[in-house]
């Protein structure tokens, strides 16, 4: 092998590494990212919660009307849904949150110790609710991160199954 492809093959790995540590730090950054505005969504108060869902109920009721208008089919009337899409939320949180966790951190931490971190996370998000004006601990939100965090490393798993 001469010293032209002894330096083009150094030249390679180098390059090969570098995108690779890029691409791991994009993905750390990301994963922080959707910490953060977890935390954010998560422990805005209550009376914020209530301003925002008077400004946007108008214009869901109206989309509704409109959906109404020409859908064939008749729709059950729905009371209390704000509870089941609370869970949602926290389900579709913390999913995003494992997915992107395991991308980051996989090959340095491992699994296990991913999701104690997220149930950690979530659980400290839910303590501190209780110290926000309008909002509270509960133990369905805390089984929803679960949930979601579970969702999302199964859907991890499922993608590098998929990927070999």
């Known amino acids: 092998m001469c010293i032209r492809d002894r330096y083009e ?7 090969a590494k570098r995108t690779f540590r890029g691409r791991q730090g994009h993905a750390q950054q990301l994963a922080c990212l959707a910490l953060a505005l977890t935390a954010i969504a ?5 009376p914020v919660i209530m301003a925002v869902q008077s400004l946007i109920e108008p214009v869901v009721d109206m989309l509704r009307d409109w959906k109404n208008s ?5 729709v059950a009337e729905t009371t209390g849904s704000s509870i089941a899409i609370d869970k949602i939320v926290h389900v579709f949180l913390f999913l995003t949150c494992a997915l992107l966790a395991n991308r980051a951190w996989e090959p340095a931490l491992n699994k296990p110790v991913i999701v104690l971190i997220l149930l950690i996370f979530g659980a400290t998000t839910e303590w501190l609710q209780y110290y926000i004006p ?3 601990m509960s133990l369905g939100d805390m089984v929803a991160n679960a949930f979601g965090i579970v969702a999302g490393i199964t859907t991890w798993q499922l993608y590098l199954h998929r990927k070999r």
């Open 9 to 15: 093959q150094q030249v390679h790995r180098v390059a």
């Open 134 to 136: 309008g909002r509270g």
């Open 70 to 74: 020409w859908w064939p089919w008749p």
């Open 42 to 46: 998560l422990l805005i108060p209550g």
